[in-house]
Structures are given as structure tokens and as C-alpha cells.
């Protein structure tokens, strides 16, 4: 149940990322290099469920 929630809250994560920086990039108010890093943490995100999938 707890690995279930995480990948959840990790999936969410990733999400929220993607969307604060395309909402961000149309309001012209995100740096490159801050959505970059956003963009980043997302994919570590992402990257965290997948090696949890794996592990399986």
C-alpha cells in the first residue's frame, strides 16, 4: 500500500513539474534555466517509479 501511494505521489510530481512550466513559460515569467531544473525533477521523479517498477 505504501509503494502504491508513492508511485502515485511521484506520478503527481512529474505532472505538476510539466504543467507549472508550460503555465509558467505561457505567463512569461519562467527562466530557462528554472524550468530546466523542473523539468529535471520531474524526469527524476518519473525515474524514481520506474526503478521501483523494476524492482519487482
Known amino acids: 500500500m505504501a ?3 508513492t508511485k502515485i ?3 503527481g510530481v ?3 513539474m510539466g504543467v507549472a512550466v ?3 513559460s ?3 515569467t519562467l ?3 528554472t524550468g530546466v531544473s523542473m523539468l ?3 524526469l527524476a521523479a518519473l ?3 520506474s526503478l521501483q517498477d523494476d524492482a519487482k
Open 47 to 49: 525515474a524514481l517509479v
Open 14 to 16: 512529474a505532472l505538476a
Open 3 to 5: 509503494k502504491n501511494i
Open 40 to 42: 529535471g525533477m520531474g
Open 22 to 24: 508550460i503555465v509558467m
Open 9 to 11: 505521489a511521484l506520478k
Open 26 to 28: 505561457t505567463l512569461k
Open 31 to 33: 527562466d530557462v534555466n
